[in-house]
C-alpha cells in the first residue's frame, strides 16, 4: 500500500484516543476531527513546491515564497467529513471547497451519492475529507467522481481505516495519495472499523 500514508506523530495519536473514548461528546469530537485534519494537512503539504510571490514590505518589494491557496479544492464527504472542514481552512484561508454526500447502505453497504456541488476541478487539488475508510466504498465512489472533473492531484485525508478498505483503494486508485491518522484493526461483519470510533457521522451530529 505504497499510496497510503499513515502520519505519525504523538500529537496526532493523543487526539484520535480522545475521539475513539465513548465520553467525548459532540461537540469535542467535530474539535478533535478539525485538529486532526489540521494535522494531516500539514503533511499532505509538507514537499508541495512554493512559487515566489512579490509582495510589498517595509523596505519596498521582494519576492518571497508562497503557496497559490486557490488551488486546492476541500472535499468533505457529508456528513461524517464536514467537521474536518474547519480545520483544514485554518491551514488554506483562500481554499475552494466543493461538497460530496454519500450514504453506505446499511444492509449492502453499497455506497450511495445523493449530493454533488463540486466546482470545475481542472489544474486543482483535490482534498478529499472523510474520517472513515471502512469497506472504502465511500472513498472509491468519490474519487471515481472526482476524477471525472480531471484535476492535477488527489488527496484523501481520513482519521481511521480498515486494512481491507485502505488495500481496496491503494489498488483500484494508485494515483491518489491517502494520508491516514490510524489503521485499525479489521472491519466487523456490519462493515464497522475494529476498534474504530463507532459511527462517526452520529458521534458528530448526535443522532
Ligand atoms: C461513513 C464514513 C464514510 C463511510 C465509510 O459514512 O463517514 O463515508 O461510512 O464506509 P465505507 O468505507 O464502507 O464506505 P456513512 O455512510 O455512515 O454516512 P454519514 O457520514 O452520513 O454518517
Redesign the pocket.
Known amino acids: 500500500m505504497k499510496n497510503i500514508i499513515k502520519v505519525e506523530h504523538p500529537v496526532l495519536s493523543n487526539i484520535v484516543t480522545k475521539l475513539r473514548d465513548i465520553n467525548t461528546d459532540s461537540y469535542l469530537f467535530r474539535k478533535y476531527l478539525a485538529e486532526i485534519s489540521r494535522i494531516l494537512l500539514l503533511e499532505a503539504l509538507k514537499n508541495v513546491k512554493t512559487v515566489e510571490k512579490e509582495t510589498e514590505i517595509w523596505i519596498g518589494k521582494f519576492k518571497f515564497p508562497a503557496l497559490i491557496e486557490e488551488n486546492y479544492v476541500f472535499i468533505p464527504?457529508?456528513?461524517?467529513?464536514l467537521p474536518m472542514l474547519d480545520g483544514v481552512f485554518e491551514v488554506l484561508k483562500n481554499a475552494q471547497a466543493g461538497f460530496l454526500?454519500?450514504?453506505?447502505n446499511?444492509k449492502t453497504?453499497e455506497?450511495v451519492l445523493y449530493y454533488d456541488r463540486v466546482p470545475p476541478l481542472k489544474g486543482k487539488t483535490a482534498v478529499i475529507l472523510?474520517?472513515?475508510?471502512?469497506?472504502?466504498?465511500?472513498?472509491?465512489?468519490a474519487v471515481n467522481v472526482i476524477k471525472e472533473k480531471n484535476p492535477e492531484k488527489i488527496v484523501s485525508l481520513n482519521v481511521i481505516g480498515?486494512p481491507e478498505?485502505l488495500s481496496r483503494i491503494s489498488e483500484k486508485h494508485p494515483d491518489i495519495t491517502v494520508y491516514i491518522a490510524e489503521i485499525d484493526e479489521k472491519?466487523n461483519d456490519k462493515?464497522f472499523i475494529i476498534p474504530g470510533i463507532g459511527?462517526?457521522?452520529?458521534r458528530a451530529?448526535r443522532t
Do not use: C, N, Q, W
Not at 101 to 104: E, G, N, P, V
Not at 130 to 141: H, K, Q
Open positions: 464527504i457529508m456528513r461524517a467529513g454526500a454519500i450514504k453506505r446499511e453497504l455506497s472523510d474520517p472513515m475508510v471502512a469497506t472504502g466504498g465511500s472513498l472509491d465512489y480498515a478498505g472491519l462493515g459511527d462517526a457521522g452520529d451530529f
